[in-house]
């Protein structure tokens, strides 16, 4: 039973932490090509 939690911990912890990288390289591209937009207009 506590092994369980313990796998069922880890998971959430892993898919959480790879979410949150794909969150972050996905902002980073926006702000990116927001830069890039403006830099064109001016």
Request: hydrophobic share 45%; glycine share 0%; proline share 0%.
């Amino acid at each position: 039973m506590l092994f369980k939690i313990l796998e069922y911990n880890f998971i959430l912890t892993y898919f959480y932490r790879k979410y949150n990288l794909i969150i972050l390289f996905v902002k980073q591209k926006i702000k990116k090509s927001e830069e890039f937009n403006e830099k064109k207009l001016l």
